[in-house]
């Protein structure tokens, strides 16, 4: 309990983003986030004034953070395992706990639940020897997709292997420095989407519309809210399955499920148990932002509505440009608020550096297409300074 509010602390491991926006939504509801932070130039150590700084890697810090909290959840997925069995065992409520997180850490372990609660995964094999490999690709084709079971994250750990040559001079290398792998079928998808659900302790489920989410190099681009084009019944599967995935690990907080969609279905690619980037679209384009969702949830309170706001909602990521822009970030603002009134802005407090996500912009409209456009415009702008379609800004 904290004294100066008279509400239970929660406390985030990890200082990004995910952190400061969580941040943002803990005021609303009388908290002040707790956050063990790398470094004070964090996203959130920057905006909130109970941060540590410590390693996520260091049972110490971890622990003597975790104490000063009545809950602890996480911006990211990268806290050891065995560190947060030591804390629960102490006494400590950790949300989602580690024998749910494990799903989110672990990609051979996730395949593996998945598989056995009869969720469709791509076909995988776990990796131990390169022949492994060529056995998997040799019976289901070429190309496959090697990936490391751990800490990879947009799209770094992820191998696309052409053919058996290809396999034979990556794996043993990764094998050697001790990279546990996985290999799974290349799947022939028409696009990727994201069931984003929220589950609370008292096993309340909430979910939001299915979204596509569009990449590109293996990062996330653009958020379409709801996923055009989708049929009431494939959206309402997709969901259930969601919910029912959070139930059987015993997720609390959000859940993100990363789906490949085939011909055949959905295919789960992934699972984030925590604010993900496919939920940034709720701040302005739900009813409960994942944010306050995830705080409801770790604190067990009844969980928010969950519908969209507007027909159209879309969400572009900013990613740093490939060279620093020749107007500075607070002019940029400028104009892209004096071309676009209705954008919402999120800046996330980070250096610029090309390809890293330093902020993102949410559009809410009518119509997909022109709300798309919109928003693919103000992004591109933030980030580069210059418009795709020469509008002239004067
Ligand atoms: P990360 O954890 O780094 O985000 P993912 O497993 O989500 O890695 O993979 C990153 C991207 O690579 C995915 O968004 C998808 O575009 C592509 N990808 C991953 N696995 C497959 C697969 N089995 N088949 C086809 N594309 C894949």
Request: hydrophobic fraction near 45%; glycine fraction near 10%; include cysteine.
């Amino acid at each position: 309990m904290d004294p100066r509010t008279g509400f239970p602390v929660v406390g985030m491991v990890g200082g990004g983003q995910l952190a400061r926006m969580t941040h943002q939504a803990a005021v609303a509801l009388g908290q002040s986030l707790h956050v063990l932070a790398a470094s004070v130039a964090d996203p959130a150590a920057l905006v909130t004034p109970d941060v540590v700084i410590g390693a996520h890697t260091d049972l110490a810090a971890l622990r003597s953070f975790a104490h000063g909290c009545d809950v602890l959840t996480f911006d990211h997925e990268h806290v050891p395992t065995g560190h947060l069995r030591a804390l629960v065992a102490e006494g400590v409520t950790v949300h989602p706990g580690p024998d749910a997180l494990v799903h989110a850490q672990d990609k051979l372990v996730m395949r593996e639940k998945l598989a056995a609660l009869g969720v469709p995964v791509p076909e995988f094999a776990a990796v131990s020897e390169v022949a492994e490999v060529v056995k998997f690709g040799d019976a289901h084709g070429w190309p496959c997709v090697l990936k490391a079971c751990r800490g990879g994250y947009d799209g770094r750990g992820v191998w696309m292997l052409s053919d058996a040559d290809e396999a034979r001079s990556v794996v043993p290398r990764l094998l050697e420095a001790g990279t546990p792998l996985l290999v799974e079928q290349r799947v022939a998808m028409r696009r990727e989407l994201a069931a984003l659900v929220a589950r609370s302790p008292f096993g309340q489920g909430a979910c939001w519309p299915l979204v596509e989410t569009v990449q590109s190099d293996g990062i996330c681009v653009e958020v379409l809210a709801p996923a055009p084009g989708l049929s009431a019944e494939s959206a309402a599967a997709a969901q259930e399955m969601a919910l029912r995935v959070a139930d059987e690990l015993g997720v609390v907080g959000v859940l993100a499920v990363e789906l490949f969609d085939t011909a055949a279905g959905v295919v789960v690619n992934e699972l984030a148990m925590r604010p993900h980037n496919s939920g940034h679209w709720t701040i302005e384009g739900a009813r409960t932002s994942q944010f306050e969702q995830h705080l409801r949830a770790v604190l067990d309170y009844p969980l928010g509505a969950t519908d969209v706001l507007a027909p159209a909602v879309v969400m572009a990521n900013v990613l740093g440009a490939p060279s620093a822009p020749a107007r500075g970030a607070d002019e940029r603002l400028h104009h892209l608020f004096a071309r676009f009134r209705d954008a919402h802005v999120h800046y996330y407090g980070k250096q610029e550096r090309p390809g890293r996500k330093i902020g993102h912009v949410t559009m809410l409209g009518r119509s997909m297409a022109e709300v798309r456009e919109r928003a693919r415009l103000a992004a591109h702008w933030v980030s580069h300074g210059e418009w795709l379609d020469g509008y002239d800004i004067h």
